[in-house]
């Protein structure tokens, strides 16, 4: 089932059909919808191309064999964080050919890259909370554009909202997040 005859379905939506029937299609949707945020993710923490893709398979895997067992609210973030746990035990793993790597091209200051990892997923957690906080019609344009990856005319088109207003629901939508983030983040420190 390619993605695109299923991008008005939602995440939630489709993990609710996949519970209805056990369709793996529907499943296969959504992790082909997020392939590229784990590819990043495996390539963020294991600096090496085939070992992310490999991971990502893995990760894949992982997903099929666990989705049925969890009630998941929100996909990407449960997943992010699949894959996220996936490649730290990569990386924990004394056995594997991919940790010395590591340990070449990252030997000075570990301590350091745990606490960028730390702040990259609080800001990810910030980023989710705030764009929950955006009026209705910036939430929905926001999300379309940067999540999604539609254009401005299918924002319109699925929206009914005319050019300039997605445009302009999108420019405030981002800089309201902006502030938003730059809120959460003085609050948290």
């Given at each position: 089932?390619?993605?695109?005859?299923h991008?008005h379905?939602?995440d939630s939506?489709l993990?609710?059909?996949?519970?209805?029937?056990?369709?793996?299609d529907?499943?296969?949707?959504?992790?082909?919808r997020?392939?590229?945020?784990?590819?990043?993710?495996?390539?963020?923490y294991?600096?090496?191309e085939?070992?992310?893709?490999?991971?990502?398979?893995?990760v894949?895997?992982k997903?099929?064999?666990?989705?049925g067992?969890?009630?998941i609210?929100?996909?990407?973030?449960?997943i992010?964080?699949v894959?996220?746990?996936?490649c730290l035990?990569?990386?924990?793993?004394?056995?594997g050919?991919?940790v010395?790597?590591i340990?070449?091209?990252?030997?000075?200051?570990?301590?350091?890259?745990?606490?960028?990892?730390?702040?990259?997923?609080?800001?990810?957690s910030?980023l989710?909370e705030?764009?929950e906080?955006?009026?209705?019609?910036?939430?929905?344009?926001?999300?379309?554009?940067?999540?999604r990856?539609k254009?401005?005319?299918?924002?319109?088109e699925?929206?009914g909202f005319?050019?300039?207003?997605?445009k302009?629901?999108?420019q405030?939508?981002k800089?309201?997040?902006?502030?938003?983030?730059?809120?959460?983040?003085?609050?948290r420190k």
């Amino acid at each position: 089932m390619p993605t695109h005859r299923h991008d008005h379905i939602t995440d939630s939506e489709l993990l609710d059909l996949y519970a209805k029937d056990s369709n793996s299609d529907w499943i296969g949707i959504l992790l082909e919808r997020y392939t590229l945020l784990l590819l990043g993710v495996c390539m963020k923490y294991l600096k090496n191309e085939s070992e992310a893709r490999d991971a990502v398979q893995q990760v894949f895997l992982k997903v099929l064999t666990e989705v049925g067992r969890y009630r998941i609210e929100y996909f990407k973030s449960w997943i992010y964080m699949v894959a996220k746990n996936h490649c730290l035990m990569k990386l924990r793993d004394g056995n594997g050919r991919h940790v010395q790597d590591i340990d070449d091209v990252q030997l000075p200051a570990p301590a350091d890259k745990t606490e960028d990892l730390l702040n990259d997923e609080r800001t990810y957690s910030f980023l989710e909370e705030a764009i929950e906080e955006l009026n209705p019609e910036q939430k929905q344009c926001v999300t379309l554009f940067y999540l999604r990856k539609k254009s401005y005319q299918q924002i319109a088109e699925m929206t009914g909202f005319d050019g300039m207003k997605v445009k302009s629901h999108i420019q405030n939508g981002k800089r309201n997040l902006r502030l938003l983030l730059e809120k959460k983040l003085k609050q948290r420190k």
